[in-house]
């Protein structure tokens, strides 16, 4: 064997040796695990069903409904990195959003959603498109702490970003949106992925 084709075996195996490694430790890996929680107030659900609006989760995210607080949905952690603390990084979320308008018969899907800690807001990515849009913004008083490696969000105001109550008035035909409208409360328990 000549000296050209031994170097290449080894570099070969060498390389062979390192991707190996690379997959053993990415699979062993924990992912980011948790979830984002969006209460929807009885006052915002009563509005929006009276204007025809309604606005519903889509798998993998769940719906919930409790009489004290209202219509939930839950979206499942999917990815993060950053931290909340450090107003630094995002959490990427599954499942998907329906916002549908009875009284036009339009309706706009979300999917891609994350909470980015930078730019303190809920945003999602219309179907048929690549460009996320703002949802929401955590308002009012925002508290968090940590319970291991978990990081907690808990925010007691969740109100319609300005671009988002302009996407959707314009995609739902209608003018129920209002920038700053409040929609409820909203909460993140996020472990970064290890």
Not at 34 to 51: D, K, L, M, R
């Amino acid at each position: 064997m000549s000296r050209l084709t031994v170097r290449i075996a080894a570099a070969a195996a060498g390389l062979a040796l390192i991707a190996t490694a690379a997959s053993a430790t990415t699979a062993s890996a924990a992912p980011a695990a948790g979830s984002a929680v969006i209460h929807e107030s009885n006052a915002f659900f009563q509005q929006a069903a009276e204007a025809g609006i309604v606005a519903v989760p889509l798998p993998t995210a769940t719906a919930g409904y409790d009489a004290a607080s209202g219509l939930s949905a839950s979206f499942p952690v999917t990815d993060g990195t950053g931290s909340i603390r450090d107003f630094f990084g995002h959490v990427a979320l599954g499942g998907g959003l329906l916002f549908v308008d009875a009284k036009t018969g339009r309706a706009v899907t979300f999917h891609q959603l994350s909470f980015s800690f930078d730019d303190w807001a809920v945003t999602a990515v219309p179907d048929g498109s690549t460009t996320p849009v703002a949802l929401f913004d955590p308002a009012g008083n925002n508290s968090f702490n940590y319970t291991g490696t978990t990081q907690n969000l808990s925010s007691d105001s969740l109100v319609l970003d300005a671009a988002g109550a302009q996407y959707l008035n314009t995609k739902l035909r209608t003018d129920f949106f209002v920038a700053g409208q409040s929609v409820g409360t909203f909460n993140v328990a996020y472990t970064p992925a290890s």
